[in-house]
């Protein structure tokens, strides 16, 4: 396998698209009625299945759009489409591509797959087209998860965030770290080759340095995960107190809409409720609980104990006081915690919290702003970084930042260059594989560029 240089994705040997050995093929439009619906096909019998389909030859498919009709395997029209052909490897996959445009609505475009399958292609697997994409070097990993992004998108910001990585924002950021830690990877492993040509002062100076800066830089992506998951999956925000307190006046409040039950009895609320809604970008959910008292009622205890696992896994949790029911303070909720003061219109003490009005709308806007600040969500000028959005990537650039951690430790404390040579090609190696892409033959390539011939 040879891997090409800079923030290109890997291509296969001999430069040949790597072509599945079988052909498969998916509905690509979403469920249900609409004017238009896809099947796409890939794989080398891709052409010549969609040709069999429309009773034409395989060399009369081309990137024109081509009117045509459709047929089942036993003869019959299926439905009039139009049809194109991209061949390998200049298509989405990489290998050829053909698809059928027919119309829309779930009987007719099932009509159409069989018409495909029936010749040969095989139903493909959840994500396979993008799959194939990645190993025939047309994305590379990131790039495949921001599609995914792209697509699942909740909100306005997350899906900016997901364009911005599709265009490789993301991929940008991790190849410059990968590639300053192969520079220095280089110059030590010429070091441990020709030993005899010591490092002058300078080149220990720069190699120290390098390593730090690389070091940082992953550290900085690592941090952008809480910011980075925030927005890509949105964030979870529940609202706790004491019975009676205005828990649920605050939700209806905060989406516009009366959503929960509100009444002047104590322990109204019942069982938790969810609302999504979005705040400044972000898909927000949140999340209304049985307020907190000593219940006698087994019902609402189990409605107290089913909300308080919903809280547990809550980004924040806005802590309710009206200022009768005795202090809660939220420790218990550690740094999720953000501590109001409700029905902020009858007056009264607010112990320096948040003070909310779910009768006057008083104090919401902060409401809004503060939590977003608690789930890490940085404000607009910041969202223009790169970010870290996945378990995986966030996986991937933590493994980077700890073995460059490890190799600053070995090198300020002169253990041998080999040493802290396999520190860096960890380091290294987590963030090629953060990229999809595999590290041996590039430390080779870099190593190489920087001897003279003969040395
Ligand atoms: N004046 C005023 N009254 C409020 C405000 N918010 C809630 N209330 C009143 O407080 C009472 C309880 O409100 P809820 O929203 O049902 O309180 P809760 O915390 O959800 O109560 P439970 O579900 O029983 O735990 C109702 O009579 C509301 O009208 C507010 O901002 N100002
Ligand atoms: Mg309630």
């Known amino acids: 396998m040879t891997i090409s240089a800079g923030d290109q994705p890997i291509r296969s040997a001999g430069d040949q698209p790597i072509q599945g050995d079988d052909t498969v093929a998916a509905i690509a439009t979403a469920a249900g009625p609409g ?24 060399p009369t498919l081309s990137r024109e759009l081509r009117l045509g009709w459709a047929h089942a395997a036993s003869g019959t029209r299926v439905d009039q489409v139009l049809a194109f052909a991209m061949r390998a490897p200049a298509s989405f996959t990489g290998e050829d591509v053909a698809e059928l445009q027919g119309h829309g609505g779930t009987q007719n475009l099932q009509a159409l797959l069989a018409a495909v399958i029936d010749r040969g292609a ?18 590379d990993l990131l790039r495949a998860e921001a599609l995914l992004s792209v697509i699942q998108a909740g909100s306005d910001r997350a899906w900016r965030q997901a364009q911005h990585d599709l265009e490789g924002r993301l991929g940008e950021a991790v190849a410059d770290v990968e590639a300053r830690a192969l520079k220095v990877l280089a110059e030590l492993e010429g070091w441990i080759d020709f030993p005899e040509s010591d490092l002058d002062a300078k080149s220990r100076e720069w190699i120290t340095a390098e390593i730090a800066a690389v070091c940082d830089r992953c550290g900085e992506l ?157 404000d607009r000028e910041g969202s223009e970084a790169a970010f870290v959005t996945t378990a ?26 080999e040493v802290v040579a396999i520190e860096l090609r960890a380091g290294a190696h ?23 011939i003969g040395k």
């Open 35 to 58: 004017g238009v619906g896809i099947v796409r096909v890939s794989g080398p019998r891709a052409i010549e299945i969609v040709a069999a389909v429309l009773h034409v030859e395989p």
């Open 122 to 139: 095989r139903i493909a697997e959840p994500g396979e087209f993008t799959r194939r994409a990645v190993a025939n070097g047309k994305l």
């Open 222 to 378: 690592a941090g952008s995960f809480r910011h980075g998951r925030a927005m890509a999956s949105g964030i979870a925000v529940a609202l706790v107190g004491a019975v009676n307190v205005g828990k649920s006046s605050l939700l209806n409040a905060l989406v516009g809409v009366e959503r929960a039950l509100v009444a002047p009895s104590p322990g109204t609320t019942r069982d938790w409720l969810e609302v999504q809604t979005v705040w400044d970008g972000v898909a927000v959910t949140l999340i209304d609980t049985a307020g907190l008292r000593d219940a006698p009622d087994p019902v609402e205890r189990r409605g107290i104990e089913l909300g308080e696992t919903r809280v547990a896994a809550a980004d924040v949790v806005v802590v309710i006081n009206d200022g009768t029911s005795p202090w809660d303070d939220g420790a218990r909720f550690g740094e999720r915690a953000l501590i109001t003061r409700s029905k902020g219109d009858l007056g009264g003490d607010a112990r320096g919290a948040l003070v909310t009005s779910a009768k006057t709308g008083d104090g919401l806007p902060a409401l809004r702003q503060q939590t977003l600040a608690l789930a890490g969500i940085a």
């Open 392 to 417: 995986r990537q966030h996986g991937r650039i933590t493994a980077a930042r700890d073995a460059f951690a490890a190799a600053y430790e070995v090198w300020v404390t002169k253990r041998p260059p």
């Open 430 to 452: 987590a963030l090629a594989e953060l990229r999809g892409v595999e590290v041996g033959e590039r430390v080779l390539d870099e190593v190489f560029a920087r001897f003279c």
